[in-house]
């Protein structure tokens, strides 16, 4: 999946996944043993921790969103662009709504699925927006 078309597609199918609220539609795109990581923190490694992480998200955000950006590739590797909306009504939520961009750093495997997935976002904003909202 070397072509520039193919993993645009391919991202465009990943965001999709993502506002499914179906976790194993995400790991659909993660080698088995790929991992996924967020803003430096341990990653989920193999289908089923990453569908835990999917899932924490969609059950936090049931309305969630996710819109594909951009696709960039640079020496650091494929950067995928996302913005997430949705509202904090999963259990014990706020009701707020959030919007929070951000983008993954991939490593791709021959068989074109995801080994790793580097996920990066203002974890700041992302708090201040889950107590205050997108507006507050």
Not at 33 to 44: D, F, K, L, R, Y
Not at 83 to 106: A, H, M
Not at 115 to 134: C, I, M, P, W
Request: net charge negative.
């Amino acid at each position: 999946m070397n072509e520039p078309a193919e993993l645009d597609k391919f991202a465009a199918r990943y965001a999709k996944a993502w506002c499914s609220q179906d976790p194993k539609k995400v790991t659909a795109f993660f080698a088995e043993n790929g991992s996924i990581s967020i803003n430096n923190g341990p990653p989920a490694i193999g289908r089923a921790a990453i569908a835990r992480e999917a899932q924490a998200f969609m059950t936090t955000f049931p309305d969630m969103v996710v819109t594909m950006d951009k696709l960039l590739h640079d020496e650091e590797g494929t950067k995928f662009h996302w913005t997430l909306t949705g509202t904090n009504t999963g259990p014990g939520g706020t009701g707020k709504r959030l919007r929070i961009s951000g983008y993954e750093l991939w490593r791709i495997d021959d068989d074109g699925l995801i080994v790793e997935s580097k996920g990066h976002f203002d974890g700041a904003e992302y708090e201040r927006q889950l107590k205050l909202g997108v507006d507050g």
